[in-house]
């Protein structure tokens, strides 16, 4: 007779540990080929699309008609790296070491043009109106050189955000509000003490108040130190559905002081007068420009700003343009992860072998998340440096970034192409339809961004809007420029300027997929397979 | 005939195909209104193009249309019905016409429901916020030849995605690449030629973009300023339709299924 012996697997009967649900996950991952292909042409399109944005996008001013054109040259850079714009009038004497300048500022008015640009060199403020700029600005100011770009701190009255204590481009901080006159006059005084300027103001140059202090490192033992005043160009954006168009042009400050007093080693020379300016800013030419002295009442003229540049296009950003190439990529990848499944009957088995559902979405997402972040780390560290060398090839200047910047973009690039994965692993799930869940996703993401970047099909608000509460509000992390209230500029997602902060933005998609992913798992739970 | 009317059962039968048509029409109205209601505008102060505002959901409602139109293709793939289909249809050139036929009749028709209540909306809410032909915009009616020309053209530029979303999934077959494809041609081009700084490439880029040039048909104002004229753009987007389409006859023909 014979004898039957069932079939035992050498297999050792154990609970189904997480770490082999991660390990079928990614077996399926890896062996279907169509999705390996897919992840190469994610990262290929990334690059790609990076490297066929900087190689056809030119930069180039020409002097003269018939001059070679030069490649666009790049602003100064500021103490703390960035980019900055640096120009304006200057009256200035060598402070050598510790000491201070007191100043009464009794009214600051302002020219502008309404149709943009000035009349002709040499009568350049010939048909402007008067009117000052929000930040206009004129007041003391102590800097390291007279080069553009040096270490400065500066007290000033502005055209309408009161009294401000500046320093190095970046700080700003508010001091006494309201307008300069001669009924009621502004007092402002700058003190040196080593590396450390300290400002104050008054109303009535008998009570003082302290607005900041301001560490300039290595500010040289004799700094310039003077009277200043700067007007920032005139600019009108206005935005309609036909696109936008911007009107503007350079503008003029000029600003009456009196009550100079200086404390310290001053020589007893006269006043120089200066216009600090380089060859492309926005600003007068030279002979707008000036300073009168009478009798201890001086009366400044300047054009110009003293501030960080931020029109200047966010480089990084744009090389990045073949991300959403790779995203579209990476989610249908996404939601072919779990509808496949569904369409060859895979999941019931799936299901079989474990029957915890929510975990094995645990598993599909964290390996779906791991190596579509990896593709995308690679992806963007590779098109970044890519970019930038085509673009500078082309003439473009680069501006310089932190490490902490270009880390957050990266990663962040990487982070989003990897939570959109997951995203559409969760409404695949939720659909169990690939073509819906793949519009629904993409859709969510990339047309809200299309419609907020692109400038003429929505009103502003509505943009601002999109990319606040829709995914796409996670395009944040590409942005590598600031935004500077001190700053007049039309701050918009079409300018490369986020509502929300790079992280915040991120959440926003995180917080969707989270929202999905519970819903699928909740439904995973209770439906047939 | 007979292959239309087969098609025709077929897509009335699908349990999707009546609700994603109705989320088509009933997207577009709602994001047009919106896009309408949300106009702010100094007293005609601002130089704005009401049709094309008040067609703003198309730019939704196109991607609805593509899942219908993939779906159609790449359903009967996934399923295996595509063999039958072909068995009972050998000339296989036929199939693809019928699925056209009926994919783009059920659009226009979707399409006109969706354009008429976008426009009719627009109207409403637009007269509300003041940009009205008393102000100096051009008049929301049907009646204006401009306009006329934008609402019939979105309609044709729905059915034109349809196609081009047909031809691409006779192409790629599986659904999910599919709708991939047509979502990356449609969305990539504006996003390109927005970073893309040289003037001749940006220009290129706008006239080649089969959604960026056929939706120069919605344009009513400021013609001059678009590298092509309206019926042009459209012409873009009809040549990617027909592109494709052709492709994936070919493939059809020469490819066992």
Redesign the interface.
């Known amino acids: 007779m014979n004898v039957m012996t069932p079939y035992h697997s050498e297999l050792r009967v154990r609970r189904d540990g997480f770490t082999q649900l991660l390990r079928a996950e990614w077996t399926k991952f890896r062996t279907v080929r169509g999705w390996l292909i897919g992840m190469a042409v994610a990262m290929l399109l990334i690059v790609g699309?990076g490297a066929?944005?900087g190689a056809?996008?030119?930069?180039g001013i020409q002097l003269g008609p018939n001059s070679p054109s030069l490649a666009c040259p790049a602003p100064p850079t500021g103490p703390g790296g960035e980019w900055v714009t640096d120009s304006f009038y200057f009256v200035r004497q060598p402070l050598a070491g510790n000491g201070s300048i007191t100043v009464r500022v009794t009214s600051l008015t302002g020219l502008y043009s309404t149709s943009g640009g000035f009349a002709s060199d040499q009568n350049p403020t010939a048909g402007m109106t008067p009117g000052v700029q929000p930040w206009s600005k004129a007041g003391i100011i102590v800097k390291a050189s007279t080069r553009r770009g040096t270490a400065y701190a500066a007290m000033m009255v502005t055209g309408s955000h009161g009294v401000r204590m500046q320093w190095n481009f970046t700080h700003d901080v508010a001091g006494l509000t309201g307008k300069a006159s001669a009924a009621s006059p502004r007092w402002l005084r700058l003190t040196r003490s080593g590396d450390t300027i300290t400002g104050y103001d008054s109303a009535d140059g008998a009570h003082w108040t302290r607005v900041g202090v301001a560490t300039l490192v290595g500010l040289p033992s004799t700094a310039q130190a003077g009277l200043f005043a700067a007007s920032p160009g005139y600019s009108v954006t206005?935005?309609?559905?036909?696109?936008s168009s911007s009107m503007g042009g350079p503008t003029l400050a000029t600003a009456a002081f009196d009550q100079v007093g200086r404390q310290g080693t001053w020589p007893a020379s006269r006043w120089t007068g200066e216009a600090i300016q380089g060859a492309f800013d926005k600003a007068l030419p030279v002979s707008a420009q000036g300073f009168t002295q009478t009798a201890g009442r001086f009366t400044v003229s300047g054009s110009g700003d003293i501030a960080p540049a931020t029109d200047s296009?966010d480089v990084i950003?744009?090389t990045l343009?073949g991300t959403?190439?790779g995203l579209?990529?990476v989610?249908?990848i996404g939601?072919?992860f779990v509808?496949a499944e569904y369409?060859r009957g895979m999941i019931r088995t799936t299901f079989t072998a474990s029957p915890r559902r929510g975990r094995v979405l645990a598993a599909k997402a964290i390996v779906l998340a791991a190596v579509t972040f990896a593709v995308g780390l690679v992806a963007t560290a590779v098109t970044i440096p890519l970019g930038e060398h085509l673009l500078h090839g082309n003439g473009n200047p680069i501006p310089p970034v932190t490490a902490l910047t270009w880390l957050q973009v990266v990663a962040g690039t990487a982070a989003l192409l990897a939570v959109s994965a997951v995203l559409g692993l969760a409404v695949g799930t939720l659909l169990r339809?690939?073509?819906?869940a793949?519009?629904a996703v993409?859709?969510a993401i990339?047309?809200p961004?299309?419609?907020a970047?692109?400038p003429g099909?929505?009103?502003a608000?509505?943009e601002q809007w999109l990319v606040r509460v829709t995914p796409a509000a996670a395009f944040a992390v590409q942005q590598s420029i600031q935004h500077y209230p001190q700053v007049t500029q039309d701050y918009t997602p079409?300018n490369g300027y986020f509502p929300l902060a790079p992280w915040a933005g991120f959440a926003v998609l995180c917080a969707w997929a989270a929202l999905a992913l519970t819903f699928a798992v909740f439904l995973l739970r209770r439906r047939d397979v | 005939m007979t292959a239309v009317h087969a098609e025709w059962t077929k897509l009335r039968t699908l349990p999707?195909t009546g609700w994603?048509l109705l989320a088509a029409a009933a997207l577009t109205a709602a994001v047009s209104a919106?896009?309408a209601n949300?106009?702010?505008?100094p007293a005609g102060g601002?130089?704005?193009?009401p049709a094309?505002?008040s067609l703003?959901g198309i730019?939704?409602g196109q991607?609805?249309v593509?899942?219908v139109a993939?779906?159609v293709i790449?359903g009967e793939y996934?399923t295996g019905m595509i063999r039958l289909t072909l068995a009972a249809t050998p000339r296989r050139w036929r199939v693809l016409a019928a699925k056209a036929a009926v994919v783009s009749a059920v659009t226009l028709a979707t399409g006109a429901v969706a354009v008429l209540a976008s426009v009719l909306a627009g109207g409403l809410l637009l007269g509300r916020h003041g940009i009205t032909a008393a102000h100096g915009y051009e008049a929301l009616s049907l009646g204006n030849g401009p306009v006329l020309r934008a609402a019939a053209g979105s309609v044709l530029y729905l059915a034109l995605i349809a196609l081009f979303s047909v031809g691409v999934a006779a192409v790629v077959r599986?659904?999910?690449?599919?709708?991939?494809v047509v979502?990356?041609l449609l969305?990539?081009f504006?996003?390109?030629s927005?970073?893309?700084?040289?003037p001749g490439?940006h220009r290129h880029l706008e006239q080649l973009s089969p959604m960026t040039a056929g939706l120069y048909i919605q344009a009513t104002?400021?013609l001059r300023?678009l590298p092509l004229t309206p019926w042009q753009g459209l012409g873009v987007l009809a040549a990617w339709a027909a592109g494709a389409m052709l492709a994936g006859a070919l493939l059809l023909r020469f490819r066992d299924a």
């Open positions: 699309l066929l944005t056809n996008s030119e930069c206005s935005r309609s559905f036909g696109g296009i950003r744009h343009a959403f190439a579209i990529a989610v249908v939601v072919m509808t369409r339809r690939s073509a819906g793949i519009t993409i859709v990339v047309l961004y299309l419609l970047v692109t099909i929505l009103p608000g509505v079409g | 999707g994603l919106i896009a949300s106009v702010s505008c601002c130089q704005l193009d094309k505002v703003t730019y939704l991607a609805v593509a899942i993939v779906t790449s996934s599986d659904s999910a690449v599919a709708i991939g979502l990356a969305f990539l504006p996003i390109l927005s970073v893309i700084t040289s490439w104002t400021n300023s």
